[in-house]
């Protein structure tokens, strides 16, 4: 597709679990972002790849969470031990890559731990 | 520490007139400033962009202005229509990495 694809759209876990989301990027977008949305607040960054390294991530909040981006295409943010806490809406984004070059957005996974 | 600030959550404005949308930073390193749409249920959509070596910025009936010495950035939509009523959100980035997100206005536009 044309933009940048996040799977599920929705995702409804219990307290404790795993869980993983997906994300498909522009095609040939060299930068990756991931954020989280919660209610009344705007994106918080988590975590930004450049090609299949993690450039800065510096905004994941804990060692449950992990993002992989193994082939320079496909990320996946895991999650692991899913604390209530952690229900928001993750975000995807990718970029050229260049300096200074808008980011584009996907749907985003609205995650709920209940 | 919040460095990129949206001090007015709400906005109202009649069709036709102008929409203003203001956004104030602290990082002074900040060199590159967007501005995203957000309907509900929908990501961001990008809008518009400045570089720190602007002040204006202009794409149709959008125009960014930034105030560097004020660390302040504005988007202007002129003339608004029922179609921009959204979650306006500015973002600000140093040297191509993360971005930073204010906590974003919900522009009302009344037909």
């Known amino acids: 597709g044309a933009g940048v694809s996040q799977t599920p759209s929705n995702k409804v876990t219990e307290k404790g679990k795993y869980v993983e989301l997906r994300c498909d990027p522009i095609?040939?977008?060299?930068?990756l972002y991931w954020y989280r949305q919660s209610l009344g607040q705007g994106p918080e960054f988590l975590i930004y790849?450049?090609?299949?390294?993690?450039?800065?991530d510096s905004g994941l909040p804990n060692d449950r969470f992990f993002a992989v981006r193994p082939e320079g295409s496909v990320s996946t943010l895991k999650i692991q031990r899913t604390e209530r806490g952690d229900s928001a809406v993750y975000l995807c984004a990718s970029a050229e890559g260049a300096i200074n070059t808008e980011a584009f957005f996907g749907q985003g996974t609205r995650l709920t731990v209940v | 520490d919040q460095q990129v600030k949206q001090n007015s959550p709400s906005l109202s404005v009649q069709e036709g007139r102008i929409s203003i949308l203001n956004c104030d930073y602290t990082?002074?390193?900040?060199?590159?400033f967007l501005w995203y749409k957000k309907y509900p249920a929908e990501g961001p959509t990008f809008l518009i962009s400045i570089s720190s070596i602007k002040d204006k910025n202009e794409d149709g009936r959008f125009t960014v202005f930034l105030n560097k010495s004020a660390k302040h950035l504005s988007l202007h939509i002129v003339p608004s229509q029922p179609g921009d009523s959204a979650v306006y959100f500015c973002a600000a980035s140093f040297s191509g990495n993360q971005f930073y997100f204010g906590t974003g206005t919900s522009l009302t536009v009344i037909p």
């Open positions: 790849f450049q090609g299949t390294g993690a450039a800065d």
């Open positions: 990082n002074s390193m900040f060199d590159y």
């Open positions: 095609s040939g977008h060299t930068a």
